[in-house]
């Protein structure tokens, strides 16, 4: 997550800077330099910076075939970054005539478009982005699922097969039984079942020869608590 979020760094670092420089002239301005940055000459960095964040974003949130679907936006983004780039540098008259346009009102040139060290910088950077992304698939597929504490029941045994047996020293969590409890008996009288409501230590029991004739404050507070007379 940290590497992609990097990564959408060094994107936006690379697009920044001045990518183009060239000259144009008109009869109301006369000889004016335009510098085009990568913001404006390659729109597709910023987008493919913006993917990258959201990517490393959702790769802590993402399952076995999420991660996935992030490799493949991570590969996406390094491609377009790549493109953009070398399409630049292949060709940056149109994005310097727009330039010169845009000032002067005219797209005649003056002079030959420059490129920066910017679009280089770039493609390496793009370079570093496909890098990561097939190292991301090959990453993923030794990692586990996510927690499966919302997940169906179904889904969450399949995730229990895929993690394997519980280890013998693990602690298992055992659900509190909901049987009725048996009220404690004298000897001689007959057992009574207690919903577990009512078996509650400290209670007063109605079973003959079992009523204590001692106030037991205890008792009277869990029978004020429930509702009922203590006397």
Not at 172 to 188: D, I
């Amino acid at each position: 997550m940290v590497a992609l979020l990097l990564l959408a760094v060094l994107v936006w670092v690379a697009a920044v800077p001045t990518w183009v420089s060239a000259a144009g002239t008109s009869v109301l301005t006369g000889t004016v330099q335009v510098h085009v940055p990568g913001t404006r000459a390659a729109p597709g960095m910023v987008g493919a910076a913006l993917a990258l964040a959201a990517a490393g974003a959702a790769l802590a949130l993402a399952g076995r075939l999420g991660r996935w679907v992030v490799m493949a936006v991570v590969l996406l983004c390094g491609v377009v970054v790549a493109w953009s780039a070398v399409a630049l540098l292949a060709d940056p008259g149109p994005v310097a005539r727009q330039a010169v346009a845009a000032a002067t009102g005219v797209d005649h040139l003056v002079g030959t478009p420059r490129t920066t060290a910017a679009p280089w910088v770039a493609t390496l950077v793009a370079a570093i982005v496909v890098v990561c992304g097939i190292a991301l698939g090959r990453a993923s597929a030794r990692w586990s699922g996510t927690s499966g504490r919302h997940e169906p029941a179904p889904a969450r045994a399949a995730t229990q097969r895929e993690l394997g047996p519980m280890p013998p020293g693990a602690a298992a969590v055992v659900p509190q039984s909901q049987e009725p409890t048996a009220a404690p008996t004298v000897a001689g009288a007959p057992e009574r079942v207690l919903p577990p409501s009512q078996a509650e230590p400290g209670r007063r029991s109605d079973a003959p020869g079992e009523r204590s004739h001692e106030p037991d404050e205890r008792a009277d507070w869990d029978a004020l608590t429930r509702g009922e007379d203590p006397t």
